[in-house]
């Protein structure tokens, strides 16, 4: 292939002039500096596609290891109820439905939380509640299942700030 280039005397004369292509010997050297460098690329990418395997499975490990807890806490059985006597004034067991009740855990896939308030606290399932951050309503929820001391709800994306929801942080929800 012939290579064009414009030179000066060309230009200053008005007439375009063709170049002789580069001797063999140079083409032949650029060639091998070619492929080493392509050789070069192709076990960097050997060593970072090794790299995102090891990467991928540490993700799927720790996706199973957040699921199995998550399925354990939400197994977890409920503390049993002291009775009381007949003639004594009956123990409030659970905290009323309009309190504001921690949150123990958050599935950021499936956009729910587990709630540490059940039936016993009078909640139900379709019930809607709210989650409160220093006193303000940063998102709205609705219980999906109830169990006696826990229960789960749904959050609303569209309610959601950008900062998210966390357990273990000061965030509560309350249900009105």
């Avoid at 957040?66 to 659970?94: D, G, N």
């Avoid at 006193?135 to 609303?156: E, L, M, R, S």
């Amino acid at each position: 292939m012939a290579m064009f280039r414009l030179t000066l005397l060309g230009l200053l004369a008005g007439t375009l002039s063709v170049a002789q292509p580069p001797p063999p010997e140079m083409l032949k050297v650029e060639i091998q500096e070619l492929r080493t460098v392509v050789g070069t690329l192709r076990e960097e990418n050997r060593v970072l596609e090794k790299r995102n395997q090891q990467l991928m499975g540490d993700v799927l490990n720790l996706g199973n290891q957040i699921r199995a807890l998550q399925a354990r806490l939400a197994e977890q059985a409920p503390e049993p109820v002291a009775e009381t006597a007949p003639e004594e004034e009956p123990e409030i067991t659970a905290a009323p439905k309009f309190a504001l009740h921690p949150i123990l855990s958050v599935n950021l896939n499936w956009h729910y939380l587990i709630v540490k308030a059940g039936s016993e606290s009078g909640i139900k399932i379709g019930e809607s509640g709210s989650v409160i951050r220093d006193g303000d309503i940063i998102a709205t929820v609705k219980v999906t299942d109830v169990k006696p001391h826990q229960c789960v709800v749904q959050i609303d994306l569209n309610s959601l700030p950008k900062s998210g929801v966390y357990p273990g942080s000061e965030d509560k929800v309350r249900f009105p």
